[in-house]
């Protein structure tokens, strides 16, 4: 996982305090740990399955640990970027969780541990940062983290044991995973499709390509485990990006901002100019204006164009960017080649959408990090 030296977003700094402490914590992504653990029963409507700080050890935050004004509105999936360990016993998850809180204080030099969960590959679910149980048990709050600069104070952050850019998690780690994701979406007030990858906010390599194709697999193993149905999706979940946050889909947003128009950079930090390209973007297009330049859905729908095999431009560079950053085969030249057709076919196929290999405004979603009403099904 790619370390990301930022401090905490300002909205974030301005909103916080809701609860009884204070003091800021450095933001910042997570490295690495070693792990693994066993079974995680389901939880129903109790929090037992998670192995609180308490019990496995942890060291006291170095500062008083802060809330959240903000409203928690989507779970960010990491890997921790550490061997594949084959021991999955209790003590083997309780160590991960102090090596974890370790790195975590001493290297990085953050208050505590930077996620909220830990996920091991036997399939223990253990707190990460101090009061992360006891807010989720509230469903009100959340602790301000260090997992992903720009959503420390948005996302819920789990870290899961091992390294996935070519394997997937083992079985025990996934169900453990679904049942803590189905517990966080019921208190928060989330679904499914606000489930997404560090990536999709971050330019980081985690949660690992061969993980990430899992992911509809797993909103629909969480749709399930809400009672919840396709039906009741929005069309299409984009990620909500805005200028606290960088990367990949930031790079995207910004070809597309070129495509229409915009004098830019597609250098993926969200600057102020394109803050202010974003604004004009949707004061043009009549769409309500972000103080944060955040692209709304509606901002998305009316950046991105029907592209078929032959396009060429901005646009089109900015998929290729994308697609090549996760993973896909394909190289950012501008020209809607046969292996630009080849990944988005594939994209469509992983997702349930038409395998047409040209890219309409649902698999535009798909391509940018969202969640498509069609992969829930």
């Known amino acids: 996982m790619t370390d990301d030296h930022s401090a905490l977003d300002r909205r974030t700094l301005f909103k916080a305090t809701l609860g009884a402490a204070t003091v800021a914590v450095v933001g910042t992504e997570l490295a690495g740990t070693a792990a693994s653990a066993a079974p995680v029963a389901p ?22 640990i802060q809330l959240s004004g903000n409203v928690t509105n989507k779970i960010i999936v990491h890997h921790m970027e550490f061997p594949n360990s084959t021991d999955y016993s209790l003590e083997h998850a309780k160590q991960l969780a102090r090596d974890c809180q370790d790195l975590h204080m001493d290297t990085n030099g953050w208050a505590d541990t930077g996620q909220h969960f830990t996920v091991s590959r036997g399939g223990y679910v253990l707190e990460g940062r101090h009061r992360s149980l006891e807010t989720l048990e509230g469903g009100q709050q959340q ?9 420390n104070g948005n996302a819920i952050g789990i870290e899961n044991e091992g390294t996935y850019f070519t394997e997937t998690p ?12 189905v517990t966080v979406c019921r208190q928060y007030r989330l679904h499914a499709y606000d489930l997404f990858g560090h990536w999709d906010f971050r330019d980081t390599d985690c949660p690992g390509a061969a993980f990430y194709r899992e992911f509809p697999q797993l909103r629909r193993a969480v749709q399930a485990g809400l009672g919840e149905s396709a039906a009741g999706a929005p069309p299409r979940r984009w990620p909500d990006i805005w200028q606290f946050v960088g990367g990949p889909v930031v790079q995207l947003g910004q070809y597309l901002l070129i495509a229409g128009g915009a ?38 729908e009316t950046l991105v164009p029907a592209l078929a095999p ?46 047409t290999g040209s890219l309409d405004v649902t698999t535009w979603c798909a391509v940018a990090g969202g969640t498509v009403r069609e992969s829930l099904s």
Not at 43 to 64: K, L, M, Q, Y
Not at 143 to 151: M, T
């Open 43 to 64: 939880a129903a409507d109790g929090f037992d399955f998670v192995i609180g700080c308490d019990e496995w050890g942890a060291r006291p935050p170095s500062s008083p």
């Open 143 to 151: 602790v301000i983290a260090a997992h992903c600069p720009g959503e």
């Open 170 to 181: 083992p079985q025990a780690l996934f169900d453990a995973l679904t049942t803590l994701c």
């Open 263 to 300: 004098r830019l950079t597609a250098s993926g930090t969200f600057d102020q100019k394109t803050i202010k390209a974003v604004q004009k973007w949707q004061s043009q297009h009549g769409i309500p204006v972000d103080p944060d330049a955040t692209f709304t859905t509606a901002t998305w």
């Open 310 to 355: 032959g396009a060429t431009g901005a646009a089109v560079t900015g998929a290729q960017t994308i697609l090549a950053h996760k993973g896909c085969a394909v190289s950012a030249t501008g020209s809607y080649d046969a292996a630009t057709q080849t990944a988005v076919t594939a994209i469509q196929q992983l997702h349930g959408l038409p395998a």
